[in-house]
């Protein structure tokens, strides 16, 4: 007997609405996008738009990223919801200064402690945090401690590659995002409008 297209739907949407069924508990989410892919930063600011189109305030707090030109910065800075702060003092290859960026991160991590701590706003971004942990500059524990404590209804985003076991565990869903190519590879310089 050849099983038809509608009798696979038919079977999947059973299984998908018994998921749906279970599924009734309603608070903040932990997401975390690491990887070595290109994308991370991007996802996070497409939940950034999805957050705002539902009437939530969010918070974005950059750990690394030191510029000030980028699309979604010169999209949502001006949005009357977002609270937008550029964190970090550039890429670490860049500064090649340690104590100067763990500074940069601890600053950074006190703007971010306030949008935790803050049950109006719906959405926290913490754009490429996973470097503070690498390099030292953040105790990872005590971030775990405020991630837990933050208002229930409170969703936070944690980007950057790598990110530690610890921080995977504590999240209610992990995008490890790869790479198979990327156009930098091949001289491509990075594009505004696609890469910043």
Partial sequence: MTVTHEQRMQKKKAVIDDKIGTAQEERGVLLINTGNGKGKSSAAFGVVARALGHGLKVGVVQFVKGRSDTGEEA???PQP???WHVGGEGFTWETQDKERD???ARAAWEVARTHLRDP????V?????TYAFKYGWLDLDAVLVELRARPPMQHVVVTGRAAPQALRDAADTVSDIGMEKHAFQNGVKAMPG???
């Fill in 120 to 123: 109006a706003i719906g959405l």
């Fill in 75 to 77: 999209f949502f800075r």
């Fill in 81 to 83: 919801n977002v609270a």
């Fill in 102 to 104: 763990a500074r940069a």
């Fill in 125 to 129: 971004v913490l754009d490429e945090m």
């Fill in 194 to 196: 696609l890469e910043f």
